[in-house]
């Protein structure tokens, strides 16, 4: 009897769309595709598919972040639900958002759709299909608002860097020159990393010390409520 | 074209639920209705309805809120979708969960379930339908994170208040007990009150001064970044 009252109720598509921030160990980027089926064929979209009737949305985004460029064991957060009525003019289709943050230098692609996949900077990405361009926006956000609230950086940088590397993130987040002098100690004051005896060689003839992060204390900064980076 | 794209995907039911806080001077309450069809006739859920065709996910929590209770004119947030497979013994139903604020004693009932609705105080609210608790949950910690890094209060309080209501309130909140100087400093420090030249005579024989918001200065604070309230 109450199947009766949901069948009288519009159903509707719904599907993932996923901002993928990557870090080079120089520059924030954003992985977008070539769509490549109609409407907006040709046009670069975020990476994204439809939620299918034996999972749930987690899975959702999952299984297409994989399957299209064969990324997988990734960190993926739901961000929010786009639902304007005419955002897909192929059908209505009701959007949730997910960011994935990871290091490109550690992630090889090989998915179905690893040809049409290209890194932007993300200061140089292209106009997104549909109401990409506002999701990203809001990825950003944050992003940004997490880089001040949390310490970030496990998922973005591998997993020796150099302290000048893990500046540069905080600047490309941040879209923002940081005091070099200032950001180390913030960052030391955030008691999260481990120096290593180990110097990166290649960035100048004296070397670069390289750090870890201590996963554990890492961990439970990101669980503290009240602490702000204020830089 | 392009539809039968479209059209080989699955179609889902889509909700919305709304987790309503309110504030009565005292403590922190939450708007339950008894719900009055199957599956779970009889329990406690939260405020909810389905989404329409002609319309996006915040009308539709507009909608179901002004339909169910008469309330309109609502601080409506987007927090959070829903999309365990069985979560609706029903039918499939993905939901997406919506927080709003609302000052208990300025906003009066008179919509479709008024009689099946009730203020709970949050420490005492009962058992839920589906995974309505873990909903609650949610928007409790994102309250939680706002009134830590934001001025909060604005929708809560009425238009006065004392400086006790404010601290009952963010004592509710933070589920803690605050010391009153450090509190009244600090509050006064985020420098979004003004007091006026007006006593409450209800509280005691001397009276307690009234406060308003300083409502530029609380949008600013609002919007800024890198802020914390530390108590």
């Not at 670069?44 to 299984?63: C, H, M, P, Q, T």
């Not at 230098?105 to 890194?119: E, K, L, N, R, V």
Request: aromatic content about 10%.
């Amino acid at each position: 009897m109450h199947l009766n009252y949901y069948q009288k109720e519009d159903q509707v598509l719904l599907a993932v769309d996923c901002i993928i921030f990557g870090f080079d160990k120089e520059n924030l980027k954003i992985l977008l595709i070539k769509r490549n089926f109609e409407p907006e064929k040709g046009k670069w979209s975020l990476i994204g598919g439809f939620l299918k009737k034996n999972e749930n949305l987690d899975e959702a985004a999952v299984r297409v972040l994989e399957t299209l460029t064969g990324l997988n064991d990734i960190y993926l957060e739901q961000i929010h639900t786009y639902s304007k009525i005419d955002r897909d003019p192929g059908q209505r289709t009701i959007s949730v958002a997910y960011f994935a943050l990871i290091d490109v230098d550690s992630h090889h692609f090989d998915g179905i759709q690893i040809d049409a996949a290209h890194w932007f900077d993300i200061k140089e990405a292209p106009n997104l299909i549909f109401d990409h361009n506002e999701m990203v926006q809001k990825a950003k956000a944050r992003l940004k608002r997490r880089a001040l609230s949390k310490p970030i950086g496990f998922e973005l940088l591998p997993e020796k860097f150099t302290m000048r590397q893990l500046q540069n993130l905080y600047e490309s987040i941040l879209d923002k020159k940081l005091d070099k002098r200032n950001f180390i100690n913030k960052i030391n004051s955030l008691d999260v990393l481990i120096k290593l005896d180990e110097k990166d060689m290649s960035v100048s003839r004296k070397g670069a010390y390289l750090y870890v992060f201590d996963k554990d204390k890492y961990e439970k900064k990101v669980e503290e409520d009240g602490f702000i980076f204020k830089i």
